[in-house]
T-cell receptor, first 117, second 109 residues
Framework: GAVVSQHPSRVICKSGTSVKIECRSL??????MFWYRQFPKQSLMLMAT?????????EQGVEKDKFLINHASLTLSTLTVTSAHPEDSSFYIC?????????????FGPGTRLTVT | GQNIDQPTEMTATEGAIVQINCTYQ??????LFWYQQHAGEAPTFLSY??LDGLEEKGRFSSFLSRSKGYSYLLLKELQMKDSASYLC??????????WGAGTKLIIKP
């Protein structure tokens, strides 16, 4: 099946620094990737939709200047958390949309746990 | 607005059967997904239903009724490793997933 990887899996950073998270579709091309954030005991929350070659579409309440998304190729999207603060500590998950003739599925990456100290 | 409802928590016994229900109201429908999520891990795909009826896959089955906006996930021969959260998600007309809050399933020996 389709595989999506994320790097790093875990990262600890100091408040005020920036962190980049990579999302790669390993064996398929993804014109669209999604970035989610999950806080403890809550459902996944969509942050933004990343489209290859164009600007990302952010959900209401998500600061586009703080969460920079770049979808430079059909297999790579990056999320950069700029000037991170402790409240940004969360589990960040990406997914890639596989559009087929019969089924549309999202394949999820393993997630990145960000801790801001 | 768009809404997905599923029970917050359920408890079942090892070896038994459990049914997790999900009701939804969304703008458009392009399929319903069930995911399993163990604590601290990303959700893993379990099933996808786009037509009415029952889809069986090993110990897990998923049912969909589009007219009722209703789905259930049926888990048979429960094992301790099935203890996890089960997320129901609907793909809307824009091909984006609308997620439920998840059902925490506790399996007791």
């Amino acid at each position: 099946g389709a595989v999506v990887s994320q790097h790093p899996s875990r990262v600890i950073c100091k408040s005020g620094t920036s962190v980049k998270i990579e999302c790669r579709s390993l064996d398929f091309q993804a014109t669209t990737m999604f970035w989610y954030r999950q806080f403890p005991k809550q459902s996944l929350m969509l942050m933004a939709t990343s489209n290859e070659g164009s600007k990302a579409t952010y959900e209401q309440g998500v600061e586009k200047d703080k969460f920079l998304i770049n979808h430079a190729s059909l297999t790579l999207s990056t999320l950069t958390v700029t000037s991170a603060h402790p409240e940004d500590s969360s589990f960040y998950i990406c997914s890639a949309n596989l559009i087929g003739t019969e089924v549309s599925k999202q394949y999820f990456g393993p997630g990145t746990r960000l801790t801001v100290t | 607005g768009q809404n997905i409802d599923q029970p917050t928590e359920m408890t079942a016994t090892e070896g038994a059967i459990v049914q997790i229900n999900c009701t939804y109201q969304t703008s458009g429908f392009n399929g319903l997904f069930w995911y399993q999520q163990h604590a601290g891990e990303a959700p893993t795909f379990l099933s996808y239903n786009v037509l009415d009826g029952l889809e069986e896959k090993g110990r897990f089955s998923s049912f969909l009724s589009r007219s009722k906006g209703y789905s259930y996930l049926l888990l048979k021969e429960l094992q301790m490793k099935d203890s996890a959260s089960y997320l129901c998600a609907v793909m809307d007309s824009n091909y984006q997933l609308i997620w439920g809050a998840g059902t925490k399933l506790i399996i007791k020996p």
